[in-house]
């Protein structure tokens, strides 16, 4: 049995009694009356409540600080149903769609919902609901996309509330979205960490934790080492992971040029070899888009390519 303190505005504790094996639905209705009476002073923001799309904070920057792609060469009606398709392979919902605009719905967890609803809310308000809108508008031959991320909830009143979603996963998630739709990031854009050229997901077992190899792009640090689609990535810069973001994290700020030991399995014998790490092709330049392409060009159910 633990108990956590939670402190208020006024300085008054506030304990909740957690039992092991407690469900968050028993927690949450234990503490309600204190989440919901008080306006607490808890390590989370807004920003960072949910993460519905794969992305790592910063992965991405853009001149304009705005989330935004173009689409080369496409009708309004092309880039937006190329948009429309993506939130649905993601299981987005989609609320609205016009020529100018796509308005896709994702789901909150439990926990993000919950504290969602405290920031936001009352104990009398709808479950909060996160959306993205995508606006679009025609620019010569190309289209011009934005993106706009909020949760909402609405309350015994019939108000609703609304926040704006700035937070880097959020940013990151959408930029992905808009890039694996076809989009095209602006001049100047930059993509952060280190290129490997593989494609994959984090993989539980016994012993935890694995990185399975789904693609390997050609002419990539990855395939010059030797690595494989099926590859099992166990350790990496001599650190093992437990999420797709630790295994990002392990090498994504080692100087350019490193040999990161990367150690695997094959076919269930161990293996090791040495990666050369570099930076991320110009995200204008051909390069990029071909090995986006390449990598990413349908990928549902994986991560972002590293």
């Known amino acids: 049995m ?26 949450w209705r234990q503490c309600e009356r204190y989440l919901m009476n008080y306006k607490l002073v808890l390590p989370l923001a807004l920003g960072v409540l949910a993460q519905p799309a794969f992305a790592q904070g910063n992965w991405y920057t853009i001149p304009s600080n705005q989330a935004e792609a173009r689409f080369e060469g496409e009708s309004l009606e092309g880039a937006d149903g190329k948009i429309a398709s993506r939130c649905m392979d993601r299981a987005w919902t989609i609320a609205g769609q016009t020529p100018n605009q796509v308005v896709c719905e994702f789901k909150l967890d439990a926990v993000s919902s919950a504290f969602a609803k405290v920031f936001l809310g009352n104990r009398y308000s709808t479950d909060p609901r996160g959306f993205v809108r995508f606006s679009l508008v025609k620019l010569g031959s190309d289209v011009r996309v934005q993106a ?11 108000q609703m509330r609304q926040e704006a979603q700035t937070g880097p996963d959020y940013f990151d998630g959408v930029v992905t979205l808009l890039l694996d739709a ?18 994959g997901r984090t993989e539980s077992g016994k012993p935890c934790c694995g990185y399975r190899i789904l693609r390997v792009g050609s002419n990539t640090p990855a395939q010059a080492a030797g690595l494989q689609a099926g590859d099992v990535i166990i350790r990496i810069n001599g650190k093992k992971f437990k999420t797709d973001g630790e295994f990002i994290s392990r090498f994504r700020n080692v100087p350019v040029g490193t040999a990161i030991p990367v150690v695997f399995t094959r ?23 071909k090995a986006n392409a390449e990598l990413n ?10």
């Open 148 to 158: 706009y991320t909020w949760i909402e909830t609405e309350t015994a009143f019939g």
């Open 297 to 306: 060009g349908d990928r549902t159910q994986e991560s972002k390519a590293p």
């Open 267 to 289: 076919n269930g014998a161990e293996q090791q070899v040495q990666v050369t790490s570099r930076e991320w092709p110009a995200l204008s330049s051909d390069e990029f888009r």
């Open 182 to 199: 076809g989009g095209v990031l602006p001049e100047g854009s930059r993509r952060l960490g280190r290129y490997l050229g593989i494609v």
């Open 2 to 27: 633990s108990t956590i303190n939670l402190q208020t505005m006024s300085d008054k504790r506030l304990d909740c009694t957690v039992v092991p094996g407690m469900s968050f639905v028993t927690y």
